[in-house]
Nanobody
């Protein structure tokens, strides 16, 4: 297993910004990396994902235009820049990695980092 380590969570007021970071131990290259989140009493949901190569990114409709995902392959790090945060963004955010190709599952997970947005 190659653990993923998230950092950058915290508390912020609505309208503020946070940047989350996901680092793979031993700087292992992971083709697809994504962020998921799980709010209180809710199921885990996809937030944003990015693939290697062209760096193609996908976003959940709820975060489009506010969140930006990027990756630094040399540092084996993926960032999630979150702007104009809303109270409904409050959740535990998880970094996930997929080592397989299309159709495979996310098989690497971090421990999660708490993001709290207050009004």
């Amino acid at each position: 297993q190659v653990p993923l380590v998230e950092s950058g969570g915290g508390s912020v007021q609505a309208g503020g910004s946070l940047r989350l970071s996901c680092a793979a131990s031993r700087r292992t290259f992971i083709p697809t990396v994504a962020w998921f989140r799980q709010g209180p009493g809710q199921e885990r949901e996809f937030v944003a994902g990015i693939r290697a190569g062209a760096g193609t990114a996908d976003y959940a409709d709820s975060v489009k235009g506010r969140f930006t995902i990027s990756r630094d392959n040399a540092k084996a790090t993926v960032l999630l820049q979150m702007n104009n945060l809303k109270t409904e963004d409050t959740a535990v955010y998880y970094c996930a990695g997929k080592r397989g190709g299309a159709g495979s599952s996310f098989d690497l997970w971090g421990q999660g980092t708490q993001v709290t947005v207050s009004s």
